[in-house]
Nanobody, 125 residues
Framework: VQLQAFGGGLVQAGGSRKLSCSASGRAFINYTVAWFRQAPGKEREFVSAVKYGVGTTYYGDFVKGRFTISRDNDKKTVSLQMNSLQPEDTAVYYC???????????????????WGQGTLVTVSS
């Protein structure tokens, strides 16, 4: 599967942004799709995942109810709605996919073998 992330840009603190991840390929419903982010000078970290099939969702601890991940299997897209953004949310956001159907929260970066190119979100104070 090939992934393309888009929707990044500049947003003021307290604002919202919606990212989208578009996939190509077959059997998209069988893939767990996640968002990771990497801030300048920091390691990449897990943001959220939506599981294959029924689409159970998971979030990183820092999200605290501000982000919502969703998927549309017919359109082969996964979206990340981000609200109440803060300057510390500034990062390149990557979408990733894997088809091994793990039983945990899919937060491990090593699970993912398909990655999009990343989209930059900058939150100004």
């Amino acid at each position: 599967v090939q992934l393309q992330a888009f929707g990044g840009g500049l947003v003021q603190a307290g604002g919202s942004r919606k990212l989208s991840c578009s996939a190509s390929g077959r059997a998209f419903i069988n893939y767990t799709v996640a968002w990771f982010r990497q801030a300048p000078g920091k390691e990449r970290e897990f943001v959220s995942a939506v599981k294959y099939g029924v689409g159970t969702t998971y979030y990183g601890d820092f999200v605290k109810g501000r982000f919502t991940i969703s998927r549309d299997n017919d359109k082969k897209t996964v979206s990340l709605q981000m609200n109440s953004l803060q300057p510390e949310d500034t990062a390149v956001y990557y979408c990733a996919a894997e088809s091994c159907q793990h039983d945990d929260n899919n937060s491990a970066e090593r699970y993912y073998n398909f990655w999009g190119q990343g989209t930059l979100v900058t939150v100004s104070s």
